[in-house]
């Protein structure tokens, strides 16, 4: 069994006997019996199900008949996301053992042209490093890893392989605009990356769980991220802090701004920061809220900032308002919708499902922190991805008697490196050309601007972009709509839920996306069974393991 994670659509195909079977997507229950009957009776068989509440994870299980040899071919498409100004794609490397011809090998092709190019992996050596070959240039990036087996072994005569980690690329493009639509048969994609726009600043509450269970490591870690984190906050920027455990303590009773002598301040705070007693995190929440109202009220924060409330927490409620919904809905009502809360979530024992259906509801995200020896720099890497807010209440406007179907097109926040994706259905399926009002608040004065798309610039992206799987801009409008189905389905109940789940079902089967609803299968037929699905014979090749991995940042993988 092997784990691979943000994957979307899957192709895996079987080749038994020199003939080559496809994989098909079924719902999951259909998926699992059909998988299940053929390892029963001893026969090759795979399973490919989605390991994660949402679409960023698959895991793959394989049972191989007896005394047969078999080659299975698994082809993914991934939707690239851009942090911290760079599209990253990761690779999971992890063979367990010594490889005779190990290769990765990365071809990037991008329309706008590459502007940067890197490879790096967790497990690299000095002597790895010279085997990491990368070139760009124009539109066309490469990059290969091929280690020898002497190489690949943890000493000289050891049968250990070093390989063992993250093999990452990260690249970026050519930006002349901030905008990039892309119109292909009936279908537009709208990325939206605005660069050099002043920093807006941030108002930022920390609410954190100082409860008896956050004894030992876990506060330590805290701790220590909480002082790396103070390193990086601006001067313009505004925080405070609220403990939670049987009772609710603050640091300060308002925000207060992050000059250098309220910093060190806070640093003294944090290092005699401890756990003990039990977990009132709805009081926690709360005070926050308040803090927050009462510094836009009394006009203490600027008008044009971010305010964003991070929450850690162990644990469950167990003090004050315990019931998790009664929580929910009132966290909920006291928001507003005028603050995103992020929650993180420490450890195993926590009810991760509250929290994240928490965050949704509040324009924000939940993330579980792992308690490895890592977990401050996974507390730290976090904060980086909201430290750099630029614009708020981000509007991408099309017109309602054009589109039938559009994804998400409001945001709270837009962040320093990152980029919005929206993708839409027109009416006219031959419809070429488009317009778009994009609005926003940045720190100096409101973003509002008129983008276009015409017939000629239409046909001249479709003309360099025919190296593309297919009808790719029609199945990502399909992939981030069954995610927000997804999404909005964890927040839902009753008959709203199920209405989600049918529609989320229909396009995963439609488009055959492996999802929480979806598994792909790939068995041999019986005998007796017809053939029709059997793919085309592959030429013959050489006993060799390779990775290749077409990237491209705006669109699937």
């Known amino acids: 069994m092997s784990e691979t994670s943000r994957s979307e659509m899957l192709i895996m195909t079987w080749t038994v006997d020199g003939v080559t079977y496809p994989g098909t997507i079924k719902e999951k229950e259909a ?31 394989v049972n191989i008949k007896a005394a047969s040899k078999v080659t299975f071919e698994l082809t993914y498409e991934e939707l690239l996301k851009r942090q911290f100004g760079k599209y990253e794609m990761f690779i999971k490397v992890k063979p367990k053992q010594l490889v005779k011809d190990f290769e990765i090998e990365v071809d990037i092709f991008e329309p706008q042209g590459i502007t940067e190019l890197e490879a790096e992996g967790t497990f690299i050596t000095n002597e790895l490093q010279n085997t990491i070959k990368k070139t760009f240039s124009g539109k066309k990036g490469h990059i290969s890893f091929k280690p020898t087996l002497d190489q690949q072994r943890t000493c000289a005569n050891c049968s250990q392989s070093v390989l063992d980690g993250d093999f990452t690329v990260k690249y970026d493009v050519k930006r002349t605009t901030p905008d990039n639509l892309q119109i ?83 640093r003294k705070f944090v290092q005699r920061i401890s756990a003990q007693g039990l977990t009132n995190l709805h009081g926690g929440l ?31 409620p167990n003090v004050g308002l315990s019931n998790t919904q009664e929580i929910e809905k009132a966290v909920k009502k006291a928001i507003d919708g005028k603050y995103t809360l992020y929650n993180l979530g420490f450890g195993s024992g926590v009810d991760y499902g509250f929290l994240e259906r928490m965050a949704l509801e509040n324009k924000g995200l939940a993330r579980r922190i792992y308690p490895d020896s890592d977990a401050a720099l996974q507390l730290q890497g976090f904060y980086d ?62 973003l509002s601007y008129t983008t276009q798309q015409g017939a000629e610039q239409t046909a001249q992206a479709f003309q360099e972009q025919q190296y593309i799987f297919g009808e790719y801009i029609e199945r990502l409008w399909a ?45 041999k037929p019986e005998e007796n069974d017809n053939e029709e699905g059997i793919a085309d014979k592959p030429t013959e090749g050489i006993d060799i393991f390779t990775i290749v991995l077409y990237l491209r940042s705006q669109e699937f993988l």
Do not use: C
């Open 479 to 523: 992939y981030l709509t069954i995610e927000q189905l997804l999404e909005k389905r964890i927040t839902a109940t009753g008959e709203e839920k199920e209405n989600l789940t049918a529609q989320a079902l229909a396009l995963s089967l439609m488009y055959k996306f492996v999802t929480p609803l979806t598994s792909m299968v790939v068995t």
């Open 31 to 61: 998926a699992k019996k059909q998988y299940e009957k053929a390892v029963s009776r001893g026969q090759t068989a795979g399973l490919v199900k989605a390991s994660g509440r949402k679409t960023e994870k698959f895991t793959v299980s």
């Open 184 to 266: 292909v048969n009936g279908y537009f994609v709208h990325f939206f990356a605005p660069t050099n726009l002043p920093k807006l600043s941030k108002n930022i509450i920390f609410v954190l769980d100082t409860s008896g269970s956050m004894y030992g490591r876990e506060i330590e870690q805290t701790k220590e991220a909480l002082l790396k984190i103070l390193d990086d906050i601006k001067e313009d920027d505004f925080f405070n802090f609220i403990l939670f455990d049987s009772e609710i303590s603050t640091w300060k009773e308002t925000l207060i701004k992050a000059t250098p002598e309220n910093l060190d301040e806070a």
């Open 385 to 446: 991805e909201v430290s750099n807010p630029m614009l708020i209440d981000v509007e991408l406007n099309y017109p309602e008697n054009e589109i039938s179907d559009l994804t998400t097109n409001s945001f709270k926040h837009f962040y320093d490196g990152s980029e919005i994706v929206v993708a839409g259905r027109f009416v006219d399926s031959n419809q070429n050309h488009l317009s778009v009002d994009v609005r926003g608040e940045g720190a100096d004065n409101a």
């Open 286 to 316: 709360m005070r926050g809220i308040d803090i927050l109202n009462a510094a836009h009220e009394e006009n203490l924060v600027p008008r044009r900032s971010a305010s964003i409330i991070i929450m850690l927490t162990d644990g469950h």
